[in-house]
């Protein structure tokens, strides 16, 4: 019979995102099918999520869940079948997922969350009608406590895997929580859910999984030192022999030049010509002047993670080399205004979008020359993945799955044809003022550029090698009774 996996998340594509999670959250399962594992996904009903669902089975309910009604529905969409944990008063608000539109958390994120996986691990016990999973597999910080309400309750013989998205993220609460946890008196301390004191989430799920997976094999290895791990390196080491890094895929249906809805013309590696159409449509919509300098993107978080700081530095610098950028991001507020306000300083080279942006971010990639991601961290980062397969080059900080997924322009490797972008040092202003004029530089020789993008579109991102290594971790843990 086929594997069944349960997976755990708080957010989804193309139901709830707020970043990478969501993408790999929602490609992932199909992905898995292709390897005969049948999974089903628990998600928290958000308004976003029950709007979307259309006829939805209760499959179970729970008279006071943390104190609350709730009720989990059974929905297919799309290939995803969800499990949607309906429970108004965690998630019936308006806002983001984790907080208010104005940027504050949900005071009661602890509850929600906890919710959340309480209900991952009675699955995991009981089942839902009559289906019942061979393997666990719960998302960050907001996931990670099923692992926890699993081992410490009836479901311990489960298999349970955790998959860290962003060690920066780790649900961290009082010790005055933990009566309220639910859980048994042992759960609390350091091989528990006891955290410097107070309530760790996602520190819990690490000491209680089976395999603790991270997104890229180079950030596997970064969280085990004090300088990426975030306080939890020490754990991480303990728990080494159980630590894999999986690099995160392309959802090729969804990311696919050659036929993709939401650009102006399809384009291929053979037949770079369809880009221009999405570049003039960029210019436009940036207020980007028309003319042939090379135009850089940035579809970020705008967050001291992504570097975002030390780009608004380096503004001045790119404009001056004769090159444009045009940046759609949301996030800090200060760097949202600073952004707006270099837009207008340069009006014509630089154009900014503050907000979210789905289809944009399908043009930018197809239009744009280069995607410039200067992260001090990067766990995996998607969208170097995304540019590459779009022809827009990357030019990356050498960190994370970074480092793992751009091969850089140096002469060997133009001489090869193997080069697909530009790595440069993390957490260096000059470094990046370096890349960005050698970005300049390369655009300029355009047979060299045309190279490095068709080799960046012929690398193949897509998550079928992954979705076996997945495959192949979760067969063995549930064989060996992990
Ligand atoms: P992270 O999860 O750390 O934010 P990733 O690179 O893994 O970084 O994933 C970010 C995802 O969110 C990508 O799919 C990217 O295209 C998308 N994204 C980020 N910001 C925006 C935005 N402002 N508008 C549209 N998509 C965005
Ligand atoms: C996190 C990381 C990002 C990664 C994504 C999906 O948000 O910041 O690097 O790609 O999760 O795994």
Known sequence: ?????????????????????????????????????????????????????????????????????????????????????????????????????????????????????????????????????????????QAAMTAAYM??????????????????????????IFPQLGLPPEA???????????????????????????????????????????????????????????????DTAIWDPAADPLIPRPFSARALGGRRASRRALETQFGLDRDDAPIFIIV???TWQKGMDMVMDAIDHLVGLGGKLALLGSGDHPLEGAFLAAADRHRGRVGARIGYDEPLSHLMQAGGDAILIPSRFEPCGLTQLYGLRY??????????????????????????????????????????????ARAIRLHAHRPTWQAMQRAGMRADFSWTHSAARYAELFRTLIQTGA
């Open 300 to 302: 970020s978080r705008l």
């Open 1 to 141: 019979m086929a594997m069944r996996v349960l997976s755990v998340a708080s957010e989804i594509y193309p139901l709830v995102k707020t970043g990478g999670l969501a993408d790999v959250a929602g490609a992932l399962p199909g992905a898995l099918a292709g390897q005969g594992i049948g999974v089903r996904t628990l998600v928290p009903g958000y308004p976003a999520v029950l709007s979307r669902l259309g006829k939805a089975k209760p499959l179970r309910r729970y008279d006071a869940l943390f104190g609350a009604p709730a009720a989990v529905l059974g929905a297919k969409l799309g290939e995803l079948d969800l499990l949607v944990l309906d429970a108004p008063d965690f998630f019936a608000r308006e806002g983001g997922p984790y907080g208010d539109a104005g940027g504050g958390e949900w005071p009661d994120n602890w509850k929600r969350f906890a919710a959340l996986s309480r209900v991952g691990a009675d699955m995991a016990a009981e089942g839902v009608k009559g289906w019942r999973p061979d393997l666990v597999h719960a998302h960050d910080w």
């Open 391 to 436: 022809g827009c080059v990357p030019v990356v900080a050498r960190v994370g799955g970074l480092a793992d997924t751009v091969i850089d322009a140096n002469e060997a490797a133009v001489g090869a044809g193997a080069a697909t972008g530009i790595v440069f040092p993390p957490s260096d202003p000059l470094a990046l003022h370096g890349a960005i």
């Open 151 to 176: 081992r410490f309750g009836p479901a311990h013989a489960v298999p349970r895997v955790v998959t860290i998205h962003n060690l920066a993220f780790q649900g961290r609460f009082g010790a005055d």
């Open 188 to 250: 609390w301390g350091v091989d528990g859910v006891e955290y410097y004191g107070g309530t760790g989430y996602l520190k819990a799920g690490l000491v209680s999984a089976d395999a603790i997976t991270t997104v890229s094999p180079t950030y596997a290895d970064e969280i085990r030192s004090p300088m990426h791990g975030m306080g939890l390196d020490g754990l991480i080491n303990g728990r080494a022999d159980r630590l894999h890094g999986i690099l995160n895929g392309v």
